[in-house]
């Protein structure tokens, strides 16, 4: 049985210019969020895990909207690991804003960074590109960004949302609440992925590079 690998998705011009106007158009909705955010409060914004989360949407849109120039002849990188967690935090921050903080946007950066950018960053997963395929334990990794958060915002002591105080009783049942909330978004994301690759799979080559076709009883990748 022959061994393939994943290849990098190639996509041709006018599909390219496309994509690249549209990316362009979310990374400065990305970029405008997270700095609306930043100069009015400073580097202790960082402290919001909305915008860590934007931020986190924003480097991964443009590595993203880079790619082409940075790979020559590729659309994407083989594995879309950064889109699907920065996808993951957004809809955690769309979600929690809509239904535990009053779901309000009464200033630009709010409607950047709680309803714009994840909104279209998870347009982005689900219309976009062909390296949404990731492997099962994909999730697991992506938890890593909001450990670490909830460690540091343990650490700091104070309750930056009424919901999540670190004094409180319940806290750590927000913890386990919220950790559950992750790994489901994240695996719903990567459920996604896997049946756009149905549709659209991802590209392989052999081991000698040579492109295969690829259906759903195509040989195994390495």
């Known amino acids: 049985m022959a061994v393939l690998r994943r290849a990098r998705p190639r996509t041709d011009g006018p599909t390219l210019v496309a994509v690249v106007l549209w990316r362009t158009l979310v990374a400065c909705c990305a970029w405008a969020g997270v700095l609306l955010s ?21 480097v991964a849109v ?40 009053g779901g309000g946007y009464p200033t630009t ?3 950047l960074t709680h309803l714009l950018t994840p909104l279209l960053l998870i347009a982005d ?3 976009v590109g062909r390296n949404q395929h990731l492997p099962w334990w994909t999730p697991l990794a992506w938890l890593v960004v909001p450990v670490g958060y909830l460690v540091g915002y343990v650490a700091g002591g104070e309750a930056l949302y009424a919901f999540l105080d670190p004094t409180a009783r319940d806290f750590g049942d927000w913890v386990l609440v919220l950790t559950a909330a992750f790994l489901c978004t994240g695996y719903l ?12 799979p991802p590209p392989v080559v052999a081991g000698d590079g040579r492109p295969v076709p690829v ?8």
């Open 38 to 58: 930043l100069v009015p409060g400073g580097w202790e914004t960082l402290r919001y895990f909305t915008v860590v989360s934007n931020l986190c949407g924003a």
């Open 189 to 200: 994301w990567w459920g996604v992925g896997r049946l756009r690759a149905l549709r659209w």
């Open 125 to 127: 997963w689900l219309l």
């Open 62 to 101: 443009t590595a993203a909207l880079l790619t082409p120039a940075v790979l020559r002849g590729a659309s994407e990188t083989r594995w879309g690991v950064l889109r699907g967690a920065a996808t993951t935090y957004l809809t955690i921050t769309l979600l929690v804003h809509a239904s535990l903080l």
């Open 109 to 111: 950066g709010g409607l």
């Open 215 to 222: 259906t759903r009883s195509s040989t195994r990748e390495e």
